[in-house]
């Protein structure tokens, strides 16, 4: 289990989170829900060490590697997608992965002309080659059509853990999610 | 057609403003001492090409440029790191900056004249001159790199990854246009500070040694051939800058 206990995080002039406390299992699909605003992206964001929280403890992420899938592509633009997925795995396993999204025909293609779609599944690619441990994904179904959010959905199953924030309430059968936190 | 065009466009204007020169000096100029024609120029400069002791000091004068120049871009870049990643550098080393880009280089010059060889003021000076604009946009350069893309690579790369393919390609462009910059102030910042200090070997020396003895022609022809030199050594740097950057595109 991973345990958040007690956490208060301030940013800037907001109290996002206050003394809150969530428990995550190990493994599975986690769908995390909430309106806009309330601390998805942030949870996210203590979860992979972008933010230090001001106070509480979280315990059972030692040791373990966490890739972040963000809310933009977040690609390096001067490479191809094939490169960009490269940087964090070894080449074959960077084009078994894009080929498993659809990315056969782009692999060779500079980041900064693909389409937001394509890019979403670069970046979906990148984190998953670096590490299915613990993955973080922050609406990772934007921009993808139907067929490429169900090769997505098959890929994000395959984590040990996926923590997903997700606004479409269909995410949650697309996903087959195994538990459900609504912030 | 387009090569014709672009030698054309270059070479338009410079035979204009030697047909300028040439009729200005034959109106004011009927004597060489007030403005002497381009041909008495080229046959100075001729004469300065010619000799072993011309050649001496342009070597010396390109040696103390590359010098000052090098050591301030090394500089300017290591004091841009420390003061936008610490702030204790930030506020310690500000106000040096401020008083550097303040403070005219010829009191550097003659401040540095009463401690140091003549030889190494110009050095000096030109680094002097390098290091606040390589610092400045270096910094600025440092400070405006993409949070998110930083934030990617902290998952994702190890630091020497994130070096080379996040941080130094969006710092880059920035470093070369200053650095480029920079070249033609140091050029202008040793020739002054050859003329102050009177090193033994130097353009600069040589300018002033004309200009005492009121050998207009000779001055003219130094001048020109400073402006040769810088636009030659600019292009050079330039190139150079440039293929270190397509490592980097």
């Known amino acids: 289990m991973i345990e958040i206990r007690h956490l208060s995080v301030t940013l800037g002039d907001k109290t996002v989170f206050s003394d809150y406390s969530v428990s995550l299992p190990d493994a599975g699909v986690v769908l995390v829900t909430g309106e806009s605003g309330i601390g998805k992206t942030t949870l996210l964001r203590i979860l992979c060490g972008l933010i230090k929280p001001e106070s509480g403890t979280i315990e059972g992420l030692d040791r373990r590697k966490i890739s972040v899938v963000f809310q ?39 980041a900064g002309s693909l389409s937001g779609g394509q890019k979403q599944r670069v970046s979906l690619a990148r984190a998953f080659a670096f590490s299915k441990d613990i993955v973080l994904l922050d609406e990772p179904f934007t921009g993808l059509d139907e067929q490429n959010k169900r090769n997505a959905a098959q890929l994000i199953r395959s984590a040990r853990l996926a923590v997903v924030i997700s606004h479409d309430p269909n995410d949650a059968d697309l996903l087959s999610i195994d538990e459900k936190i609504n912030l | 057609m387009r090569i014709l065009r672009k030698i054309v466009s270059i070479c338009v204007p410079i035979a204009v403003y030697i047909t300028l020169w040439q009729l200005l000096s034959m109106l004011v100029g009927s004597r060489l001492l007030l403005l002497p024609s381009p041909l008495d120029t080229l046959l100075s400069m001729k004469e300065i090409v010619c000799s072993a002791s011309g050649w001496r000091s342009i070597g010396m004068t390109i040696l103390r440029i ?36 303040t403070t005219p280089i010829t009191s550097f010059a003659l401040i540095l004249l009463v401690s140091v060889a003549s030889g190494m003021v110009p050095v000096i000076v030109a680094m002097i001159v390098v290091v606040p604009m390589i610092w400045q946009t270096t910094e600025e350069a440092i400070k405006n790199r993409s949070i998110q893309l930083s934030e990617m690579a902290q998952i994702y790369l190890t630091p020497w990854k994130k070096l080379c393919y996040v941080s130094l390609p969006q710092i880059l462009p920035t470093f070369f246009a200053s650095a480029s910059t920079a070249l033609g102030f140091a050029w202008k910042a040793v020739i002054t500070a050859e003329i102050l200090a009177l090193p033994k070997f130097g353009i600069g020396r040589q300018m002033q040694f004309h200009k005492i003895h009121v050998e207009i022609p000779e001055l003219f022809a130094w001048t020109l051939l400073v402006i040769l030199l810088s636009v030659l050594l600019e292009n050079v740097i330039r190139i150079l800058l440039k293929k270190a950057g397509q490592r980097y595109d």
């Open chain 1, 72 to 110: 933009e592509p977040r690609l390096l633009e001067r490479l191809t997608a094939l490169e960009n997925v490269a940087l964090v795995t070894d080449r074959a396993s960077a084009e078994h992965i894009l080929k498993s999204l659809n990315m056969e025909n782009e692999l060779h293609i500079k």
């Open chain 2, 66 to 101: 590359l010098s000052g120049y090098l050591f301030g871009c090394a500089i300017g870049v290591s004091f841009a790191v420390l003061t936008a990643h610490f702030r204790v550098f930030d506020w310690l080393l500000k106000p040096l900056r401020s008083l550097i880009k």
